[in-house]
């Protein structure tokens, strides 16, 4: 935005790559077109090219067209959005865990911690035994002391 001129001309492949919404659509041709005094070629709209028929009714059709593409546009998102939501509600409800897969805690975590509470291991072998980072074994420290009250 901040090398743009007067009479440059920005090619854009498609509508939606000036905002995520119809408002920051809008804004961002209004700012281009109007206050920066550049032309806009849209790729995959060819109506959408300012450079062509400068005169009101040329002007008049661009704006309507981008309007309605960039109406089209945020509703596509919107659509997207609930469509991933769903997929994500439907593969939970399945069991499906989503991310990095967890640590596994070693099978004598129990006698580690132990020995760690005693004294008898410094922190660091601590943290090789369970080959784990802090944030991890603080973490699996914490659900093993839970669990172990219950």
């Known amino acids: 935005m901040k090398k743009l001129k007067v009479g440059d001309l920005l090619y854009i ?3 939606d790559r000036l905002g995520r919404n119809y408002v ?21 709209m060819p109506l959408l090219d300012t450079r062509q028929d400068k005169n009101l ?3 008049f059709i661009a704006d309507l067209v ?11 998102r919107e659509n997207i959005r609930k469509r991933q939501a ?11 865990r989503f991310g990095r897969p967890g640590r596994k805690v070693p099978e004598n975590f129990e006698q580690i911690v132990l020995e760690w509470e005693h004294k008898r291991l410094t922190f660091k072998e601590v943290l ?20 172990r009250k219950k």
Do not use: H, P
Request: include cysteine.
């Open 24 to 44: 920051e659509i809008q804004n961002q041709w209004r700012i281009l077109t109007k206050e920066k005094g550049i032309d806009i070629a849209v790729l995959d």
């Open 13 to 15: 492949l498609s509508i």
């Open 57 to 59: 009714m040329g002007t």
């Open 128 to 147: 090789e035994l369970c080959d784990m980072s802090e944030s991890t074994f603080y973490r699996r420290l914490r659900e093993y002391r839970l669990t």
């Open 66 to 76: 981008l309007q309605i593409l960039s109406f089209v546009a945020q509703n596509e």
């Open 86 to 96: 769903e997929g994500i509600a439907a593969a939970k409800a399945k069991g499906v």
